[in-house]
């Protein structure tokens, strides 16, 4: 019985022993996986901060971007001369706000080096050390409507408590467009009279329509288009300055004599005799094609009707459109007229833009134009004598030449006119 006792003991205490050793390897199991689970979490914390910290970098270095070049037209304006070097200037204002040295008020507080400190001490409330350090920092022409900016970036971030840390080198990259911001050449070229914000053309492409291509003669005209039936000529006599408008109607027999009132006529059969005014005749389906009520060209001595609507906008607003030698942004920040290989070099995209300058405005503003030279801007401001010509439904002072530009096509063929200049 002893012995059965005794051995039961044992056998007890040896399960208490496997037990507690069992137990224990189990908590020490717990415990490494704990900690293992816990640096885990360290480390996605950190590379979710370091994410973020690059997306938050790209979105400040395009709002930073944006204060900059608001700065340099500010600045150029306010000087009255160009920039030395405007991607230079632009990268200096990125980082430290200033252009030469000279601290810039509208950048104040507002530089990447005031993000970067920003987003240390984010980094820090958050139980983690980060470091951001910048490299190069570059400013190049992206195509005509932005500009690509890149920083060289160096980032370190580290676990307060020693868990962790991570090192990566990165680009922060992003597109600014030049859209809305002053055109330096404007200011620079009138006394600082004259401003024009950069706007891209709603019409590139679709500047003019040739509607109708038919026979005419007598000249040309431009005006506000009435289309009526010859079937009416009581509703035609009523219509006001006729001579001011162009009737379009599906023939003019037996009506010449009123038809010789208006500025001009378009006729969808051929025009009866003794019509002195321009007209374009067997114009098929002339009341159908030509808006009712709007205005065109009728090109008596070519036999068409031409629709120059949106380029008399696009040019009395001088908005802008793509340009293969007009100066592109960067370049007219250093009051240049025409795109210099440093900066076309930099990519293979067209960078260069061009407006219409408005002689008008100038005039207003007292500032002394030349009637005969072309409107296109970069041209108007230089000192080359360029032939220039007039266009027909364009105000008296429009000029447009014929130099190459985009697809080595001429300016008059580019703004589809090349065929009613004059």
């Known amino acids: ?118 987003l240390e001490k984010a980094g820090l409330s958050l139980g983690f050390d980060t470091k951001i350090d910048f490299g190069k920092i570059f400013i190049r022409p992206f195509d005509s409507w932005s500009l690509l900016a890149e920083v060289e970036a160096n980032f370190s971030i580290a676990d307060l408590r020693g868990v962790a840390n991570l090192t990566r080198s990165d680009v922060l990259k992003t597109k600014v467009s030049i859209e809305d911001f002053e055109d330096p050449l404007y200011p620079l070229n009138t006394f600082g009279y004259a401003i024009n914000k950069i706007v891209k053309s709603p019409y590139i492409g679709n500047y003019t329509a040739n509607l109708i291509s038919a026979t005419g003669s007598n000249g040309w005209f431009y005006g506000l288009a009435t289309a009526i039936s010859s079937a009416q000529p009581e509703q035609i006599s009523t219509i006001v300055n006729k001579n001011q408008k162009i009737l379009v109607t599906d023939s003019t027999s037996g009506i010449v004599e009123l038809v010789n009132q208006f500025g001009a006529i378009v006729s969808e059969q051929q025009i009866a005799s003794g019509v002195t005014i321009p007209f374009v005749d067997n114009a098929t389906n002339a009341m159908q094609i030509i808006p009712n009520q709007s205005y065109v060209v009728v090109d008596g001595d070519n036999g068409k009707v031409w629709y120059v609507e949106n380029l008399r906008e696009h040019a009395n607003n001088s908005w802008y459109s793509s340009s293969l030698n007009g100066a592109s942004f960067l370049d007219r920040l250093e009051g240049k007229l025409r795109v210099q290989e440093k900066y076309s070099a930099l990519t293979p995209n067209i960078i260069g833009i061009e407006s219409f300058v408005n002689k008008d405005k100038f005039s207003a503003l007292g500032v002394p134009i030349d009637i005969n030279k072309t409107n296109i801007d970069y041209l108007y401001f230089s000192t080359l004598t360029i032939t220039s010509y007039k266009v027909k439904g364009m105000i008296d002072k429009f000029r447009i030449d014929e130099e190459l530009d985009l697809n080595n096509l001429p300016h008059s063929q580019l703004y589809g006119v090349n065929e009613i200049v004059y």
């Open 1 to 118: 019985m002893e012995m059965k006792g005794l051995l039961f003991t044992l056998i007890i205490l040896a399960v208490t022993l496997g037990l507690i050793s069992y137990i224990s390897i189990q908590h020490a199991m717990i415990t490494f996986y704990g900690e293992r689970l816990a640096i885990e979490r360290r480390i996605n914390a950190m590379q979710s901060l370091y994410e973020s910290i690059k997306v938050d970098g790209e979105r400040a270095l395009e709002i930073v971007s944006r204060r900059a070049i608001s700065t340099a037209v500010g600045f150029v304006i306010t000087n009255g001369k160009g920039l030395e070097e405007a991607n230079s200037t632009l990268a200096e204002l990125i980082i430290n706000g200033s252009i030469n040295g000279v601290p810039q008020r509208l950048m104040e507080n507002a530089t990447l080096v005031d993000w970067k400190t920003k």
